[in-house]
Each structure stands twice: as structure tokens, then as C-alpha cells.
């Protein structure tokens, strides 16, 4: 039996994804070989490739001006990466502080250039919830010379998201969408890059995504690995070195599934619907707490507290009992956070929330 899993990452995938794939493992189309069989360059993948780019840019109406590379190295890979692709000469990068993973991301291109956190939310004093809002943007101290804008899209642990993006003029944004890519449209003009991992809202962890603007390309650093040099991955089509291929199957067959769904704008109500059914059965209660403020609460990963945390235990075991798993928090900030991706039903966070109310109920 399937259970509701509510793990941030590797995460659920749609049932459909995974029958689809089983019925695929032994003989993919006639080819009387798994994909993972075959050559990445061979006429079989390379048409599931064709379709893999043409729907994710049909998806995110990516413009033409936009590459779309399939790359290796995590999110975490891409905060090294994209600095040694996107610094230049110029050597500054702007950064707002939104919680861990921004803070992971400062940390990792303080190696490389020179950081300025232009605005920070972090609450020292907090014993719960250090991260719970986005500084006021007439707070942000950006240089109007820094070579990019860094900012984390959705910040996983913290459960704090952005649902407006900054003007930031000649300097382009790059932000980091792990986990919320694909959750709702996006105007990729706003930005110079995004990527993403794939283990939260596209597929099995191992394949990164990142879409940059064409005039982005050029500027490596002549140490950058040639594997990871989005001017060489981008002239032989993701496949300069062999590309994490199965990884990229699955994403296709997530990408039909969310065509089939309605794209984006169907994926991102189904999304408003369940986060609207949590946070509601939240806040309606004086048993649990959450701390992110609610214009920017994330869709996506929901952290709670019990303002008795001596039941923290009990509350695990027992919905874990009722097939939901993987809500503990992150080890950083404790508690619970329910990760409800676009492949996590409606069914499931309903679940969730009558679990919600028994337990309530019971030790309430
Ligand atoms: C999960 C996550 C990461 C880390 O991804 P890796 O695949 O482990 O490199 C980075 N940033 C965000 C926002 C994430 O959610």
C-alpha cells in the first residue's frame, strides 16, 4: 500500500509517473531495452530527450532567448557553479537572506566573490522560526554594479517563498527554485537564471535544471570544469558529458503528467487548495503554531510546531500509524513540515488535516 509521503526531498511523484515507468522498465516502446540501457545517443533517447526540452519549455513558456541545460551537481552543485559561470571580472554578488538554504548559498559563493547581503530576515532571538518573512524590498542595499542577484525562490526548511519577484534592472536574477518549480506559471523574462534540483517538483534527485539567458553564457572562469560550463553544455545540447538519463526520463513522463493535469495554472490551484486546507486547519487551532507570515507562506513546504513539543514524539508515531510519513521537521528548526509538492494529492493533505484534528482531540 502507498502511503501519503510528505518527505521535502526526494519527494512523492504522481502514482501514474512511477505505473507508467514500471511498465516501461523491461522493453521502453519496442526498443526491447530499459532506458537506462540505452546510449544517451542513440535515435531512442534521443527522442525522449526532443520531447523533454520541448515540453518543459512549453510549460514554462521559456523564451527564445532562454537555454534549457540538463546538468548534474544538485542545487548545492549550482552554488559554486553558477558563480564560476556568472561573476565575470566584476566579482559582486548581491544576496537577500530568506533562510538556510540562502544562507547555504551565501556561504558557498563567499569562496568566490565578493558577498554583500543586501537584506537579511534572520531573528537571532527566536528559539522557533529564525526565518518568517522576506525583508521589505526598501530595505534591500543592492549594488547597482554587482555582476548578479541571488535569491532562494522557496526556502525548503524554513517554509518562507517569494510570489513576486524584484525589478532588478541591468543586473540579472538568478534564484535558486528547488522547490517550488513547476508549483505555478513564471515569466522567465524576470530573471538572468533559475535552477533547480529535481528531487522536489520534477524527479528522482541526480538531475539539475537550470534555464539562463543567452547573453549569460560567455563569462565562465577558465578553471570552471568544462562538465559544468553552461556556454559548453548549452552548444552540445546537455550532452557534453552523458547526461543523468534516466533522471531525465522520469521528468518527461512528470511533465506530460502535469500536461495532462492543465498545466501550470491547474498545477498551481490544486496547489493553492491544499496549502489554503493545511495552513486553515492551522490556524483555526490553538494546539498547533506555525511562524511564517501569510503573504509569504510557502505553497509547498508547511512548517508547524506543537505548542506542547513534549507530544512531538507521540504525534510521529501516531500519524506515521495512519500512513503519513517523513513529517518531522528539518533537524535545524524541529518540529513538523509537511512537504506538499505538486505530485502530493489533495487527498493526502486532507488526511493530514483530519489526522490533525484526531490527534487534537485526543491529547488537546
Ligand atoms: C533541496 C534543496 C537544495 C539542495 O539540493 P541538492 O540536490 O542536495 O544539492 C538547495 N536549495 C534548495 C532550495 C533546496 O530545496
Known amino acids: 500500500m502507498r502511503v501519503f509521503n510528505f518527505s521535502a526531498g526526494p519527494a512523492v511523484l504522481p502514482e501514474e ?65 553558477v558563480p564560476l559561470n556568472l561573476l565575470g571580472k566584476n566579482n559582486k554578488v548581491d544576496f537577500v537572506e530568506t533562510g538556510s538554504w540562502s544562507v547555504k548559498t551565501i556561504k558557498e559563493t563567499q569562496r568566490y566573490g565578493d558577498v554583500n547581503v543586501a537584506a ?8 522557533q522560526g529564525k526565518y518568517t518573512y522576506i525583508p521589505d524590498r526598501s530595505t534591500w542595499k543592492l549594488r547597482s554594479d554587482a555582476a548578479y542577484l541571488h535569491l532562494c525562490g522557496n526556502e525548503t526548511i524554513d517554509g518562507v517563498e517569494y510570489f513576486d519577484w524584484p525589478e532588478t534592472g541591468k543586473v540579472p536574477l538568478v534564484v535558486d527554485m528547488s522547490s517550488h518549480i513547476l508549483s505555478r506559471p513564471l515569466d522567465i523574462s524576470k530573471f538572468g537564471l ?20 543567452d547573453d549569460l553564457l560567455d563569462q565562465a572562469h577558465a578553471l570552471c570544469p568544462s562538465a559544468f560550463n553552461y556556454r559548453i553544455v548549452a552548444d552540445n545540447d546537455s550532452m557534453y558529458n552523458t547526461p543523468p538519463t534516466y533522471g531525465i526520463y522520469i521528468a518527461g513522463l512528470v511533465f506530460q503528467w502535469i500536461r495532462r493535469q492543465g498545466g501550470l495554472a491547474a498545477i498551481e490551484a490544486n496547489n493553492i487548495a491544499k496549502a489554503t486546507a493545511l495552513y486553515d486547519a492551522l490556524d483555526r487551532s490553538e494546539f498547533y503554531v506555525t511562524h511564517v507570515r501569510k503573504e509569504c507562506r510557502s505553497r509547498m513546504n508547511v512548517p508547524f510546531f506543537l505548542r506542547d513539543e513534549s507530544l512531538t514524539d507521540a504525534f510521529l508515531l501516531e500519524s ?45
Open 17 to 81: 509517473v512511477l505505473r507508467e515507468a514500471a511498465e516501461d522498465m523491461l522493453d521502453w516502446h519496442g526498443s526491447g531495452m530499459s532506458v537506462m540501457e540505452m546510449s544517451h545517443r542513440g535515435k531512442e533517447f534521443g527522442h525522449i530527450l526532443q520531447h523533454v526540452f520541448a515540453d518543459l519549455r512549453e510549460l514554462l513558456a521559456v523564451p527564445d532567448n532562454y537555454k534549457i541545460l540538463l546538468m548534474q551537481g544538485g542545487a548545492i552543485g549550482e552554488n559554486a557553479i
Open 120 to 127: 537579511s530576515s534572520l531573528d537571532r532571538e527566536a528559539k
Open 194 to 213: 533559475i535552477y533547480a534540483g529535481a528531487q522536489k517538483n520534477i524527479g528522482p534527485a541526480g538531475l539539475t535544471i537550470v534555464i539562463v539567458r
Open 320 to 364: 506515521r500509524e495512519r500512513g503519513l510519513v517523513q513529517l518531522k521537521g528539518h533537524k535545524s528548526v524541529g518540529g513538523f513540515r509537511a512537504s506538499i509538492y505538486n505530485a502530493m494529492t489533495l487527498e493526502g493533505v486532507e488526511a493530514l488535516v483530519e489526522f490533525l484534528h484526531a490527534f487534537e482531540k485526543r491529547y488537546g
